[in-house]
């Protein structure tokens, strides 16, 4: 993979299409309250949620949590699980990240 994380520490982001990408592709997200997605992740299931972007000690918690493979597996799989079920409650259809380069070329 490209990456192993997303680590999406925003001061503010409503659509929070970054981290439904980001789990569809089965990675794990750290980002805060002040993202949409926050409402859609138990913190420790999926990845973390900062109560602030500025907390610096716990966003390296949270990093360091997610050098562990094993743990960084099980959250990835839990990650593609709510991009699948969670993104078809919002939008009415399952998160499909192979849809957004095709809308892209129309």
Same mark, same amino acid.
């Given at each position: 993979?490209?990456?192993?994380?997303?680590?999406?520490?925003?001061?503010?982001?409503?659509?929070?299409?970054?981290?439904?990408?980001?789990?569809?592709?089965?990675?794990?997200?750290?980002?805060?309250?002040?993202?949409?997605?926050?409402?859609?992740?138990?913190?420790?299931?999926?990845?973390?949620?900062?109560?602030?972007?500025?907390?610096?000690? @716990?966003?390296?918690?949270?990093?360091?949590?997610?050098?562990?493979?094993?743990?960084?597996?099980?959250?990835?799989?839990?990650?593609?699980?709510?991009? @699948?079920?969670?993104?078809?409650?919002?939008?009415?259809?399952?998160?499909?990240? @192979?849809?957004?380069?095709?809308?892209?070329?129309?």
């Amino acid at each position: 993979a490209a990456a192993d994380v997303l680590a999406h520490p925003t001061y503010y982001d409503p659509c929070a299409n970054v981290t439904l990408e980001a789990w569809a592709s089965g990675l794990p997200a750290i980002t805060t309250r002040l993202n949409g997605a926050s409402g859609l992740m138990t913190d420790g299931e999926e990845g973390f949620v900062l109560e602030r972007p500025d907390d610096i000690t @716990r966003f390296a918690e949270c990093l360091r949590a997610l050098t562990s493979q094993p743990f960084r597996q099980v959250a990835g799989v839990k990650a593609r699980r709510q991009a @699948r079920t969670k993104s078809a409650a919002v939008t009415g259809s399952p998160f499909d990240q @192979r849809a957004s380069p095709r809308k892209l070329k129309r």
